[in-house]
């Protein structure tokens, strides 16, 4: 029997990125770019100036109907039914048992609530929204039809508002501007995943290369570079920020994750809260850290680490922290390992690393802070 394979899907600024001399890798069932001129130089630019990433892999999915707004609520552990509109929120989509289905995030534009998730798991999750969504809701599938850049850096709103005039400024963290219909529906939002200051902009696919063109144009004087999938994997970890698949899944939990602040325990339902509260209850097994290893050895995915030659837990997450001149991890280990400051050993390639537990984001000096954790009730 032949053996067949899906063809990859191309984003519609597949063109510009052979212009600019990208290598291009699968990805998530798409060829995208992993690199231009570097994953150092290009993770350089976001935290000096400017870079261009191309996210339209992401999945869009939009709830409408008279119960979508509570529907979303009950869907996601983070409030968002009682948010403004304009306001965009970051919450984990769990289970009944806890598990994370997927981290996502979720706008407010009036009475529908337009969701973003993780492109590997778009197909499992616009299943699970439509296995659970009641009569008076409508899951519209936007994947296709919806383009996304994220531009980000210091520099990112003076160019973002060259092109789309000075209403960006006024942009507040996890904010956005919607505006426009049919081709020329637009939504800027003033967030990223780089920890520094930025914007994604979704744009309907026909207008996508026109505005790729547009933002590059209006960056020239600042040399706005595009980049590719390995600095933005470099500029989050270094920020401590969960990659679905890595460090987060099916099998972990916000709490343990470190993002105990997006489970909002005084909502009446939602999915997975009879379980979080038990684990809340019984305390936490493990929890995920962030590393900085002494050595120049980087720990990868798998490695075991150790407390005093017994292992206590395995990293998630790693690369070199290109701002911080030392390689940097995040891994789950046991609670009574957990506390900043405690010595531990990270298992590298037949070495035992020193490494010690820090708080996240390791990196600190961005030009955008992440919000401040919230205390549940």
């Not at 996210?55 to 119960?67: A, D, F, N, Y």
């Not at 679905?244 to 105990?260: F, H, V």
């Not at 939602?270 to 962030?290: E, I, N």
Request: hydrophobic share 40%; net charge negative; charged share 25%.
């Amino acid at each position: 029997m032949l053996e067949t394979t899906t063809p990859l899907k191309r984003t519609p600024f597949h063109s510009r990125h052979l212009a600019f001399g990208a290598k291009m890798v699968p990805f998530a069932g798409f060829e995208m770019p992993i690199q231009y001129e570097g994953i150092v130089a290009e993770h350089r630019a976001v935290r000096a100036g400017v870079g261009v990433f191309d996210v339209s892999h992401m999945g869009e999915i939009r709830l409408k109907g008279p119960g979508a707004v509570a529907y979303a609520n009950r869907l996601v552990t983070n409030e968002v039914g009682a948010i403004p509109d304009g306001k965009a929120i970051y919450t984990p989509m769990c289970l009944e048992s806890g598990g994370i289905v997927d981290d996502l995030l979720v706008y407010a534009t009036g009475q529908e609530r337009f969701l973003v998730v993780n492109a590997s798991n778009f197909e499992k999750d616009i299943a699970w929204i439509r296995e659970n969504a009641p009569a008076d809701v409508t899951v519209v599938d936007e994947n296709d039809a919806t383009a996304q850049l994220a531009v980000q850096g210091p520099m990112a709103e003076e160019i973002v508002a060259r092109v789309y005039g000075d209403r960006v400024r006024s942009l507040e963290f996890y904010t956005f501007l919607e505006f426009g219909s049919g081709d020329d529906w637009t939504l800027i939002s003033r967030t990223g995943y780089t920890g520094e200051d930025g914007f994604e902009i979704y744009v309907r696919t026909p207008r996508a290369p026109e505005v790729w063109d547009r933002i590059f144009q209006a960056g020239r004087p600042a040399l706005i570079r595009p980049v590719g999938l390995g600095a933005r994997d470099t500029l989050r970890l270094e920020m401590g920020y969960c990659l679905y698949g890595n460090d987060i899944d099916e099998s972990t939990n916000p709490l343990e994750a470190g993002i105990a602040w997006t489970v909002r325990m005084d909502k009446p339902e939602f999915h997975g809260k009879a379980a979080l509260a038990q684990v809340r209850a019984s305390g936490l097994g493990r929890k995920l850290v962030g590393l900085i290893l002494d050595a120049d050895r980087i720990a990868r995915k798998g490695c075991e680490v150790t407390h005093q030659d017994s292992v206590i837990g395995v990293v998630t997450s790693g690369s070199m922290g290109i701002s911080i001149g030392k390689p940097v991890a995040m891994a789950y280990v046991t609670s009574e390992h957990a506390a900043a400051g405690t010595r531990l050993d990270v298992r590298t390639r037949g070495h035992e690393t020193p490494a010690l537990v820090v708080p996240r984001p390791m990196y600190r000096m961005g030009s955008v802070r992440a919000p401040k954790p919230r205390r549940t009730e």
